[in-house]
């Protein structure tokens, strides 16, 4: 299924060390979207990019950065500065105010 | 600030009973609201939008906005329809959307 592509599926990260998720979209959105999922939690809002050169801080941003360089492309780096990294990560995009489309998720664990 | 309260974290159904999964919203300006669900692995996905008026896989949702509310109702449950629902704010635009914290039903043979 394409349309938005993350990965890898699954990223194993030592303490101190920073990593990054990748996303992709061939669907020609603008937005796109960062989300935190955790167990009882629902997904939280990381960063967001309305348009390629922008990004704002979402609800959960501590910790976090990402770069919006090409429209296709929103790469996601969870620092050393983000305590409890461990959590699936989901990409989403969306045009207007259309409904987002998801990518299939990350899962990151800390070794 | 928006917000979506979604208040059981759990609901368990038995086949052919009706099911009302509750999502409430705060939000100041227009809101539009969307559910999206996610069934055993696959990719999250929506399931309706409140504009659209539209009934998918026999579930409805109305938007009061008296009581800020847009619970998804469907009268008869079916197994297949045991999933993570989530539902959703967004402020317009390009804007955040806000989820709520989802509710798993479990549909019981």
């Known amino acids: 299924d394409g349309g938005i592509t993350q990965s890898p599926k699954y990223l194993f990260r030592k303490e101190g060390q920073n990593v990054t998720l990748s996303c992709e979209q061939n669907?020609?959105?603008?937005?796109m979207y960062w989300y935190r999922q955790d167990p009882g939690q629902g997904l939280r809002l990381i960063y967001y990019?309305?348009?390629?050169?922008?990004?704002q801080k979402g609800d959960i941003a501590e910790g976090y950065s990402v770069s919006r360089e090409k429209k296709e492309s929103f790469p996601l780096t969870v620092t050393s500065a983000q305590k409890n990294p461990t959590a699936f990560y989901l990409c989403?995009?969306?045009?207007?105010?259309?409904?987002?489309?998801f990518g299939d998720g990350t899962r990151l664990s800390i070794l | 600030a928006q917000r979506v309260t979604q208040p059981e974290k759990l609901l368990s159904v038995f086949k052919g009973a009706p099911v009302e999964l509750k999502c409430n919203y705060s939000?100041?300006?227009?809101?539009?609201l969307f559910w999206y669900v996610q069934y055993s692995r696959q990719r999250l996905q929506l399931l309706l939008r409140?504009?659209s008026r539209e009934s998918i896989k026999g579930f409805t949702a109305d938007l009061n906005k008296g009581e800020t509310s847009f619970h998804l109702k469907k009268p008869f449950a079916q197994e297949e329809d045991s999933a993570m629902y989530y539902c959703?704010?967004?402020?317009?635009?390009?804007?955040?959307?806000?989820f709520g914290t989802g509710t798993k039903l479990q549909v019981i043979p």
């Open positions: 989403a995009s969306r045009m207007g105010n259309q409904p987002q489309h």
């Open positions: 669907l020609n959105h603008d937005a």
């Open positions: 990019s309305q348009i390629v050169n922008d990004f």
């Open positions: 939000y100041s300006g227009s809101p539009e």
């Open positions: 409140h504009i």
């Open positions: 959703a704010l967004d402020s317009g635009g390009y804007q955040k959307v806000t």
